[in-house]
């Protein structure tokens, strides 16, 4: 009897990689998570990701810590306004 497929899915916690984990699992894949913690504001990203690998039987999953932060600041990583009102293309 041959082995269910593996696949991993980069779990970010928000409603996209939850998909890609659901189709991933629906398929037969055994699923292994990667969560990358990017220096950013807001752990709640994380904590999501970490929930929904629990409650979804992810085989295994892996947060990787990776600190943007030394590539400059950005509304996601530093206590900085959100840029709002700026055109798609430069």
Do not use: W
């Not at 593996?6 to 292994?32: F, K, P, W």
């Not at 999953?61 to 600041?73: A, I, Y």
């Not at 206590?79 to 709002?84: E, F, G, L, M, R």
């Amino acid at each position: 009897m041959a082995a269910n497929p593996r696949a991993v899915v980069l779990l970010s916690g928000g409603l996209d990689s939850a998909t890609c984990l659901a189709i991933a699992q629906s398929l037969g894949a055994e699923v292994h998570a990667l969560t990358v913690a990017y220096g950013q504001r807001h752990a709640q990203e994380v904590e999501q990701a970490r929930a929904l690998a629990r409650v979804r039987n992810v085989r295994d999953h892996r947060v990787v810590e990776l600190d943007l932060r030394v590539f400059g600041g950005s509304a996601l990583t530093a206590d900085i306004a959100v840029p709002k009102d700026r055109s798609a293309c430069p």
